[in-house]
């Protein structure tokens, strides 16, 4: 997977398109992010202890991988591409300036 764990990432597609957040969690297998403050839905919850109170609750939902995109340090939307140093190390690259991430 091209995104990691706490890339800013600009929402391509559905509800909330044009939003940026977060990367909290990279589920690989189902090639799904949730994004911080984005996808929010209504789940409700149990009460699982006399402190604790049951209720709906917002929380954030996976989104594909397809519909977000990396934001860059200045601001604007890319896809992310790998390439190999002269030293050997292999480095993520914005596709549309060609930085370093």
Known sequence: MRLKKNDNVKILAGKDKGKT???VKVDPVTQRVVVQGVNMVKKTMKKKSQQDQGGIKEIE???HISNVALVTKSGEATRVGYRVE????KVRVAKK???VI
């Open 21 to 23: 957040g977060r990367i």
């Open 61 to 63: 939902a996976p989104i």
């Open 86 to 89: 002269a030293d050997g190390s």
């Open 97 to 99: 300036t060609g930085e």
